[in-house]
């Protein structure tokens, strides 16, 4: 199983503020979540389709 995963060093210098504010945002939604169902109550759902 593969998966295209983007991290900080694929993103371009312009770009980086954004990207990491973006991962911050939806890692705090996902450790405030304890299950699919919370995730999708925290905002989570539109973040990730």
């Not at 060093?9 to 299950?35: G, H, N, Q, W």
Request: glycine residues 2%; proline residues 4%; charged residues 20%.
């Amino acid at each position: 199983m593969t998966a295209d995963i983007p991290t900080a060093a694929d993103v371009p210098s312009t770009l980086a503020k954004a990207f990491k504010e973006d991962a911050s945002y939806k890692l705090a939604i996902m450790e405030r979540a304890a299950s699919r169902s919370n995730l999708m109550l925290a905002g989570a759902q539109a973040s990730f389709e």
